[in-house]
């Protein structure tokens, strides 16, 4: 029988015997988002958010039986996992419709400054702390360097970064060329960018702005904002060039884990990356050498081979 009435994050963390709390987060823009507290058996000894990826949601982080929470909460870490306002985990909004296209209107610019920002200062306040230390994933990650870049005042409620396979430069990926053909071809193709990636016009974990912007790290070379175009850009920034993120802003340390194997996140553009992050206060760079792109997540392999190194990391 299939199971209702409880999320997919809700399930996993009764398959792994987890206690848990579920909360809302309403952002400045009106997304309404759902987080989890996962609380350690043991003495706490720090507080931990991870955030996911693109066409993810908190379930992400425990497919697996040796999940990076699990190793997480044996070492005493509180654990919170968040979601973005794409994410199938309930999100939704105070006065748009999940189906409208104006809900979709968002990129992970957005899931930047709003999401990761409301989330960041719900667990602050929840878990009673100063500072939280911060596990992403791939746009997770971007959307991560977006808040402090942006809104820098919160390199100090970040201790330190654990990004896995940053997707922030994007331009030695291999789906580069596709993003270039599909440009190249986009006048005479009957497909938007959400069907030619996903296989349905209906955004559902993810929005076409999204892919879009992910284009745009592609072709630039560059971690850019949204490009609009030379005229609307003007508008929007003041000038027809689309602006870089300034990495320059990061302040707090980072470590940079990265796949050695990896098609989507280029190791090349994670070490350019992090000559990016000079103004950081300590910037790692950990080569996991057969991983791929999702077995950060979903590859049993990470459990012994990246998550003990990101735990380090963590508690040290």
Same mark, same amino acid.
């Given at each position: ?24 987060? @309403? ?23 991870? %955030? ?13 039986? %040796? ?7 044996? %070492? ?17 909004? @105070? ?53 402090? @870049? ?131 206060? %300590? ?34």
């Amino acid at each position: 029988m299939k199971e209702t009435g409880r999320s997919r994050t809700e399930r996993y963390i009764e398959r792994h015997a987890i206690t848990s709390e579920c909360y809302d987060v @309403t952002t400045e823009d009106g997304y309404q988002l759902k987080v989890f507290r996962l609380i350690p058996k043991v003495k706490r000894r720090g507080v931990v958010l991870l %955030q996911h990826g693109l066409r993810q949601s908190s379930a992400s982080w425990l497919l697996m039986n %040796q999940n990076l929470p699990l190793q997480l909460l044996e %070492q005493g870490l509180e654990v919170w996992l968040g979601n973005s306002r794409a994410s199938t985990e309930g999100s939704s909004h @105070t006065n748009l419709d999940r189906s409208s296209a104006e809900f979709w209107n968002f990129s992970f610019h957005e899931i930047g400054i709003y999401d990761m920002a409301a989330i960041v200062d719900f667990v602050l306040v929840a878990a009673g702390c100063e500072q939280i230390q911060i596990i992403a994933f791939s746009e997770g990650a971007a959307a991560t360097l977006i808040l402090l @870049t942006k809104r820098p005042a919160y390199n100090e409620k970040v201790s330190r970064l654990n990004l896995l396979a940053p997707a922030a430069l994007l331009s030695r990926s291999s789906y580069t060329v596709l993003a270039a053909l599909y440009v190249t071809f986009k006048p005479i193709l009957p497909w938007s960018l959400q069907r030619f990636v996903t296989g349905k016009d209906e955004p559902s974990g993810n929005s076409q702005k999204e892919l879009e912007h992910l284009q745009h790290l592609m072709l630039s070379g560059r971690f850019v904002e949204y490009d609009y175009g030379a005229k609307r850009n003007l508008v929007m920034y003041g000038t027809s060039k689309v602006p870089e993120y300034p990495l320059c802003k990061v302040t707090c340390p980072v470590v940079l884990h990265y796949g050695g194997a990896d098609r989507v996140v280029h190791p090349r553009d994670v070490k350019r990356l992090s000559r990016k992050l000079a103004n950081s206060e %300590q910037v790692e760079v950990m080569c996991h050498k057969h991983m791929r792109h999702l077995d950060f997540l979903t590859r049993k392999d990470a459990a012994v081979e990246v998550y003990p190194a990101v735990v380090d990391n963590v508690i040290r």
